[in-house]
């Protein structure tokens, strides 16, 4: 009959058993929806920015009101004779800096797991992830202050007789200081991750390899 099919379909139907399985879990929803919120205000809301990329952005009139460009931006961009050298050098310090990283944590995680003081290793590994909790900020003012021309080590350089040096003018200088600053910044709390990977390892293969 009508009723029959009417009452078959309504258990049938998708809709009426998610939200009675969206019911059956309403605590464990209502625990994620803090989350839910934090991640839709500040992560998805601001994308909504992109579009300021193909205006010019006015701030008296707004996002929504300022005159449509559209790719005149990427234009002037593409055609700047600095693009492409910056481009290349991003790249080169990315791949680098994913190599460099991974191997600085290795390393940082080895010599870490061959402690054998327990007080000494979980000071030391304090010392080494402290850095990761400082901003990128702090650190290139505390490079600076080092190696400015007038920094700490010119001023050392000065005192024991010689002449200042360009440090942050120099190119070799420059890349290494910036994949030095990244594994000092970045090493021991990559370290973590492999420390917890070496526990589940049986003592006996790990001396072994």
Same mark, same amino acid.
């Given at each position: 009959?009508?009723?029959e099919?009417?009452?078959?379909?309504?258990?049938?139907?998708?809709?009426?058993?998610?939200?009675?399985?969206?019911?059956?879990?309403?605590y464990?929803?209502i625990?994620?929806?803090?989350?839910?919120?934090f991640?839709?205000?500040?992560?998805?809301?601001?994308?909504?920015g992109i579009?300021?990329?193909?205006?010019?952005?006015?701030p008296?009139?707004?996002?929504?009101?300022?005159?449509?460009?559209?790719?005149?931006?990427?234009?002037?961009?593409f055609k700047?004779?600095? &693009?492409?050298?910056?481009?290349?050098?991003?790249?080169?310090? +990315?791949? /680098?800096?994913?190599?460099v990283?991974?191997?600085? $944590? %290795?390393?940082?995680?080895?010599l870490?797991?061959?402690l054998?003081m327990?007080?000494?290793?979980?000071?030391?590994?304090?010392?080494?992830? &402290?850095?990761?909790?400082?901003?990128?900020?702090?650190i290139? +003012?505390f /490079?600076?202050?080092?190696?400015?021309?007038?920094g $700490? %080590?010119n001023?050392?350089?000065?005192?024991?007789?010689?002449?200042?040096?360009q440090?942050?003018?120099?190119k070799?200088?420059?890349?290494?200081?910036?994949?030095?600053?990244?594994i000092?910044?970045?090493? +021991?709390?990559?370290?973590i991750?492999?420390?917890?990977?070496? $526990?589940?390892?049986p003592?006996?293969?790990?001396?072994a390899?």
């Amino acid at each position: 009959s009508s009723m029959e099919l009417m009452t078959i379909s309504r258990r049938n139907n998708p809709f009426r058993k998610l939200g009675s399985r969206a019911w059956q879990s309403k605590y464990l929803i209502i625990m994620i929806l803090p989350a839910i919120v934090f991640y839709t205000i500040f992560n998805y809301l601001p994308m909504y920015g992109i579009v300021l990329a193909f205006k010019s952005f006015n701030p008296i009139k707004g996002i929504v009101a300022s005159p449509w460009v559209g790719f005149d931006r990427f234009k002037e961009v593409f055609k700047d004779p600095n &693009f492409w050298p910056v481009f290349v050098n991003t790249l080169i310090i +990315g791949s /680098v800096k994913i190599i460099v990283g991974f191997l600085g $944590a %290795v390393v940082t995680a080895i010599l870490l797991n061959e402690l054998r003081m327990r007080r000494t290793k979980k000071t030391i590994q304090t010392i080494v992830t &402290f850095p990761h909790f400082l901003s990128w900020i702090v650190i290139s +003012g505390f /490079v600076f202050s080092l190696f400015a021309y007038h920094g $700490a %080590v010119n001023s050392m350089v000065q005192a024991a007789g010689g002449e200042p040096i360009q440090f942050l003018r120099n190119k070799t200088f420059f890349f290494v200081l910036i994949f030095a600053t990244d594994i000092w910044k970045e090493a +021991g709390w990559g370290s973590i991750i492999y420390l917890a990977t070496m $526990a589940g390892i049986p003592q006996d293969q790990y001396e072994a390899a």
